[in-house]
């Protein structure tokens, strides 16, 4: 059974492999819809460029006297122009398809398969547009319409349809003409890399039945043969003392280049492969990272979280300071006490009675309960939703910011990782259990700040404009003596220092304050009277 059809395409069988390894696809061959006639001649090889691309100039001429439509690909934009100067020094008028006119693509490839017609195209170049021996009719009448410098919609439908009859009876007559010749023959200036490129210029000829045939010309100073067997090849070229512009044709050549195009693809293929288990250790962290963004932004029992993280937090603390695998003699109770204050702004009294018979079950539950009851205070000090929103702001300020870090933390670590080969060690499997270290790393720094912001941050009333990562809440200011988040500029008090300006009671919630003055926007003056952009001074 197959998971998904990636598409109707007659080359994807090249790359069934990586279709199958990477993407878990099958890939399945179906059959033409009429009997495939296109003759494939065997490659030409010449000694330089300068040979091959005369023997090309050369079978153009030839058919193009005959009236033979051909369709010649190039690999680069520069060699198609190349072959026009020369076409057109011999006087062979022909169009050039490089990818850089994009709306005539459709036009100059659909009538490629004209009496006498010579198109040049890069590899990329009009994808999409069938080609039809003799002409489109479609493309034909607008190329008549365009001629009398007229659109479609100045002609009416009934004359449109008469000069689309005389289109079709010309192609008519065309197609028979050019079947005659043998129809669209496919020149190719050089091997592709990867033989699906080849393979769909190939396609271009001998479609639904139509004949064709198509040749590849090449020399060794091509980058395929200059990589794979070009100096084999060259010295049997000095040892039959081939002369200048004769060339060698095989079908063993044919297919030793095919040969030297799979492993090109295996190497690619591998290269590709590689990158994607890199990539993979990264999806799988950045699904973590996201998932929990995506609960803070959905506000899905965001205290609950907070709490756990406190739970958490403590659990990992109490292991450091107070481990029962330790004497209790040997308890740091001061550092511990210590570490309370600088995350949670709390200090036990004589915490060596506290602890007496308590295990470190015991030991959590009791300081969760008062940590928590700690918060609950905090939040009832403050105007209504607004802890709330604080704690939704902060977690996600800190997730973005250790987020970016780690980012740049795994760049660093990936330009190095390859040099752990030099030791016998796998670079990937390295990757893989360094990048998991620095990530939980990643995700204790991220709870252990989250912490400390929430449980030192205090409201109070500031008259002046409200910046940085607040900036939502109207008429309040938020304080706090933690360390700073990176980027982020929030006023740093001293710690334990209470705030001259102590909040009312029954103050109303926050829902109830109006912003008093007009929003002021990001490029009009700043109210400051500094003669810049809110947005280049104190919005900055």
Request: charged content about 30%.
């Amino acid at each position: 059974m197959y998971k998904k059809l990636a598409g109707m395409t007659g080359t994807a069988m090249t790359e069934a492999n990586e279709f199958s390894h990477i993407y878990k696809l099958d890939t399945v061959l179906i059959p033409t819809n009429r009997p495939l006639i296109r003759v494939n001649h065997p490659d030409i090889i010449y000694k330089t460029e300068k040979e091959k691309f005369n023997a090309v100039c050369n079978e153009i001429e030839e058919l193009y006297k005959k009236g033979r439509p051909i369709l010649v690909g190039t690999i680069t934009i520069e060699k198609s122009e190349r072959l026009s100067s020369t076409l057109k020094r011999r006087g062979i008028p022909h169009n050039v398809l490089n990818a850089k006119y994009h709306e005539m693509e459709a036009t100059i490839v659909a009538q490629a398969g004209r009496l006498n017609g010579v198109t040049i195209a890069t590899n990329m170049a009009g994808r999409g547009t069938d080609i039809l021996l003799g002409g489109n009719p479609d493309y034909m009448v607008n190329d008549w319409l365009k001629a009398k410098g007229m659109g479609p919609k100045d002609v009416s439908q009934e004359e449109r349809e008469k000069w689309f009859s005389e289109a079709k009876e010309k192609v008519k007559e065309e197609h028979e003409k050019v079947v005659s010749l043998d129809g669209l023959h496919i020149i190719g200036t050089e091997r592709h890399e990867s033989r699906r490129i080849d393979n769909q210029l190939r396609g271009r000829s001998g479609r639904q039945g139509d004949p064709g045939s198509s040749r590849f010309y090449i020399s060794l100073e091509d980058d395929l043969m200059r990589l794979f067997g070009s100096d084999r090849i060259s010295s049997i070229y000095n040892r039959l003392g081939i002369e200048e512009g004769q060339d060698i044709q095989h079908p063993l050549i044919s297919r030793a280049i095919e040969v030297a195009q799979k492993r090109v693809e295996q190497h690619n293929f591998d290269i590709r492969k590689h990158v994607l288990e890199y990539d993979n250790v990264m999806n799988k962290q950045r699904e973590v990272i996201y998932e929990e963004r995506k609960k803070i932004l959905m506000g899905e029992n965001v205290r609950e979280h907070i709490y756990e993280i406190i739970e958490e937090v403590l659990d990992d603390a109490i292991i450091m300071y107070m481990n029962p695998e330790v004497h209790k003699a040997d308890w740091k109770y001061a550092e511990f006490n210590e570490w309370l204050w600088s995350k949670f702004n709390i200090k036990i009294q004589n915490i060596e009675e506290m602890v007496e018979g308590k295990d470190a079950e015991g030991i959590l539950d009791y300081l969760v309960e008062i940590i928590k009851s700690a918060y609950m205070d905090k939040e009832k000090n403050m105007p209504q939703g607004l802890m709330a929103h604080l704690e939704k702001m902060i977690m996600l300020q800190v997730i973005d910011t250790k987020w970016k870090d780690h980012l740049y933390a795994m760049d660093n670590l990936r330009e190095g990782i390859g040099l752990r080969a030099y030791g016998q060690r796998d670079p990937l499997v390295e990757y893989q259990h360094e990048g998991y270290d620095m990530f939980m790393a990643m995700i204790e720094s991220v709870k252990h700040e989250t912490i400390e912001f929430l449980f030192k941050v205090q409201a109070v009333r500031e008259e002046s404009p409200i910046r940085g990562v607040f900036q939502s809440l109207p008429q309040e200011f938020v304080k706090t003596d933690a360390a700073p988040m990176s980027k982020i500029s929030v006023p740093k008090a001293r710690r334990g220092e209470e705030f001259q300006e102590e909040l009312p009671e029954d103050r109303p919630s926050v829902e109830q304050y109006k912003r008093s003055e007009q929003k002021v926007g990001r490029n009009d003056p700043c109210p400051c009277n500094s003669g810049k952009k809110y947005k280049k001074c104190c919005g900055k």
